[in-house]
T-cell receptor
Framework: NAGVTQTPKFQVLKTGQSMTLQCAQD?????MYWYRQDPGMGLRLIYY???????DKGEVPNGYNVSRLNKREFSLRLESAAPSQTSVYFC??????????FGSGTRLTVV | AQKITQTQPGMFVQEKEAVTLDCTYD???????LFWYKQPSSGEMIFLIY??????QNATEGRYSLNFQKARKSANLVISASQLGDSAMYFC????????????FGSGTRLQVQP
């Protein structure tokens, strides 16, 4: 099915460990986004990519890096995980116009 | 910078009644879009309705309508004939029509539909 695929769906990390959250879309969208959602809050933008090879910081970029190596994939990396990064992470892509498609989310717990 | 305010952390409604979820926004962008998303307990983000800032008529999608009052900077969601399946978190969001076009979200309203 066409859409945005995020892996993994769940992850538990120890403080200081690193990991990469994967996101892929098969809708030929140019723009892709990473958001985090903390309990009781709305989604906040971490990073944005307008096209392959370009990325830009969002509202809460500290502690994260991203990579957009091709049009389909936009990955989010935590180099040294901290408990404050415990959250649900959503990837989204946007087509021209106003349509956004969200992935199903990655629930990350840092202990 | 854009800001979305949802002042109702939780709402209750009786099945088959209508309910209004409040949303106010602030932006300096001349052209923008307003969105409502539903997030059920399963966690996915479900798009409900969109309103462009220059749209003359309020948007409607089935049982959902958006009460857009530009001068008051409000974009309230009205759900008619509530159903038990409407119980969820509801997020108001906006984005500028230029630049990165990233969505800015409010903190959400948890709606519970009672039988």
């Amino acid at each position: 099915n066409a859409g945005v695929t995020q892996t993994p769906k769940f992850q538990v990390l120890k403080t200081g460990q690193s990991m990469t959250l994967q996101c892929a879309q098969d809708m030929n969208h140019n723009s892709m986004y990473w958001y985090r959602q903390d309990p009781g809050m709305g989604l906040r933008l971490i990073y944005y990519s307008a096209s392959e090879g370009t990325t830009d910081k969002g509202e809460v970029p500290n502690g994260y890096n991203v990579s957009r190596l091709n049009k389909r994939e936009f990955s989010l990396r935590l180099e040294s995980a901290a408990p404050s990064q415990t959250s649900v992470y959503f990837c989204a892509s946007r087509k021209d116009g106003y349509g956004y498609t969200f992935g199903s989310g990655t629930r990350l717990t840092v202990v | 910078a854009q800001k979305i305010t949802q002042t109702q952390p939780g709402m209750f409604v009786q099945e088959k009644e209508a309910v209004t979820l409040d949303c106010t926004y602030d932006t300096s962008d001349p052209s923008y879009g307003l969105f409502w998303y539903k997030q059920p307990s399963s966690g996915e983000m479900i798009f409900l309705i969109y309103q462009g800032s220059y749209d003359q008529q309020n948007a409607t999608e089935g049982r959902y309508s958006l009460n857009f009052q530009k001068a008051r900077k409000s974009a309230n969601l009205v759900i008619s004939a509530s159903q038990l399946g409407d119980s969820a978190m509801y997020f108001c969001a906006m984005r500028a029509d230029t630049g990165r076009r990233a969505l800015t979200f409010g903190s959400g309203t948890r709606l519970q539909v009672q039988p």
